[in-house]
């Protein structure tokens, strides 16, 4: 699972040409690292650029713009944009024409600091600002360094319809809120994505009926906690507290989001992430169980096993209480398939806390995850606070183990599936034979089968499943 993150990672890679405007003359190269907001957002920037002269490209070497939206969220990351921008250096001195932008997270991290320790770059622009780029690359064509690092209170891109890259036109994100207010002590998201705001949801069905229209079959509602979404006219939570009743008795909750998707939108299917177990009420699962269109899916990020380790993380749960809310998704909805974030070696991780994350992920057997080793990030809590103490080594060790256990579960989940038959909505073709089908089921496993003639990309079929591996159910179309 940790490398097939580390994959997912990298095939994050450049924009393919999607929305071509005739009368526009110069061409954007755009790159995206890191969560799915990014990729999101980067769709929203080619969607401003289109508007003022730029068409996206593949080709790096006739791009007059390249922008790398970037990730800071474990030092490796940050790493690997480094590594890229060496290369635009290259580019750049056979072409001194071509500008270099580094948007996203690691822009509002370093800010200013960028133009001086990456000289090639000429534009710095925060995840806030995207709308100020047109201003900002006059600024650069004028010969200046441009730098926007400006967060917001109010800005979700509401009115932006992005430019679909990297699409499959068979699913899309649609980004529901923005930011995220939870502080975790270990997280660098809060310093670099700002304060945590809820879209229009006119403007979330707005765009949701236009992938529709464009024959999309599957969206994935996306933010950093969208269980806490909550539309009262917009702003911040915090302001909303303080508002009328009349406001309260208006507001729009998560839930009551999902549950007006899924019902105006009958024939689309429904996936979201990620979910934060502190805002995770059985509300939502209750309305995940009263549609078929909503996915029976549920990313729960957790970090630790370990209530000590949680609340040295600043996760406002137990572990408990976690296992109580697994408890409840069982309970109402049998069939759900529950995913995973864990972070081990996190400051004063001991080995009892270690065994804790061992049982827990024993107790719930998660159907996948994504794990990680606790890399410290400038300027947060656990930086200035807590000691980095556990010795890298045993992170790696620890990392392992995590590894090796979710494996078993993994198989433990996809066996499960053996004889039975799914519902695949078909994504495209195997990566390994052009002669399968790959596509998900509602529990997000991934599916192949062999193609026959009739069915196409963008098709619900049914497909038997003969064998697995703990990464992909094997089977036959049935209808
Ligand atoms: N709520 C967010 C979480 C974003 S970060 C979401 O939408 O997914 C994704 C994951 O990266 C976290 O759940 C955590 O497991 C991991 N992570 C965050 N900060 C980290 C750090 N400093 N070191 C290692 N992993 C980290
Ligand atoms: Fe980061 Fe915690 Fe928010 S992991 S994105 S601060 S929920």
Redesign the pocket.
């Known amino acids: 699972m940790f490398t097939e993150k580390i994959i997912e990672e990298q095939k994050q890679g450049q924009a393919l040409i999607t929305e071509i405007k005739k009368e526009n003359s110069k061409k954007l190269f755009i790159e995206s690292y890191g ?3 990014n990729l999101n957002d980067s769709e929203i920037v080619a969607a401003i650029l289109s508007d003022h002269g730029f068409n996206t490209t593949q080709n790096l070497e006739e791009a007059d713009l390249v922008l790398v939206n970037t990730c800071s ?3 490796k990351a940050e790493q690997t944009v480094r590594k890229r921008l060496e290369k635009f250096n290259a580019i750049k001195k056979i072409n001194p024409k071509m500008k270099v932008g580094v948007l996203g997270c690691m822009a509002e991290r370093l800010k200013e600091q960028f133009l001086e320790e990456e000289k090639i770059v000429d534009l710095v622009v925060g995840p806030d600002a995207y709308r100020d780029l047109p201003n900002l690359i006059a600024e650069i064509e004028a010969g200046r360094d441009a730098v926007n690092v400006i967060l917001s209170r109010e800005e979700t891109y509401a009115d932006v319809s992005p430019v679909r890259l990297n699409s499959n036109g068979v699913s899309a994100f649609v980004s529901i809120t923005r930011g ?1 207010d ?1 502080m ?1 002590t ?4 809060p310093f670099t994505r700002g304060r945590e705001r809820s879209r229009d949801p006119e403007s979330i069905i707005k765009e949701i009926q236009d992938l529709s229209d464009k024959n999309f079959k599957e969206i994935t509602l ?5 269980d806490s979404y909550l539309w009262f006219g917009g702003g911040l939570k915090k302001d909303f507290k303080n508002a009328s009743d009349m406001a309260q008795a208006t507001a729009l909750s998560f839930s009551n989001l999902l549950d007006r998707c899924a019902s105006q939108f009958p024939k689309l299917r429904f996936r979201f ?2 979910s ?1 177990p502190q805002d995770m009420h059985l509300d939502v699962l209750h309305t995940m169980a009263k549609h078929d269109n909503i996915c029976k899916y549920i ?1 729960l ?1 957790i ?1 630790s096993g370990s209530t000590r380790m949680l609340e040295r993380m600043n996760r406002k749960h137990t572990r408990q209480e976690y296992m109580t809310l697994i408890d409840n998704v069982h309970k109402i909805l049998p069939d759900c398939a529950i995913s995973h ?3 081990v070696g ?1 400051c004063g991780e001991t080995e009892a806390d270690h065994q804790e994350t061992l049982s827990l992920m024993a107790y719930v057997k998660y159907d996948f995850g ?8 400038p300027g ?1 809590l ?1 930086a200035k606070k807590m000691d980095d103490d556990v010795p890298l080594t045993v992170k790696k060790r620890r990392l392992n183990e995590v590894i090796q256990l979710q494996r078993v579960h993994s198989l433990y989940r996809t066996e499960q599936f053996l004889g039975k038959t799914v519902e695949v909505l078909i994504e495209g073709e195997s990566k390994k034979s052009d002669a399968y089908w790959m596509g998900r089921n509602s529990q997000n496993a991934v599916v192949v089968f062999p193609k026959t003639n009739i069915e196409k990309v963008g098709d619900l079929v049914h497909v038997k499943v003969n064998t697995c591996t703990s990464a992909t159910l094997i089977g036959e179309k049935i209808s």
């Open positions: 969560c799915q907001m969220i474990r030092e995220c939870n975790c270990f997280c660098v998201v996306l933010g950093q906690n969208v992430s990620t934060n990313h990020p970090q974030d864990m972070m996190f994504f794990m990680f080793a606790y890399s410290e990030r947060t656990a």
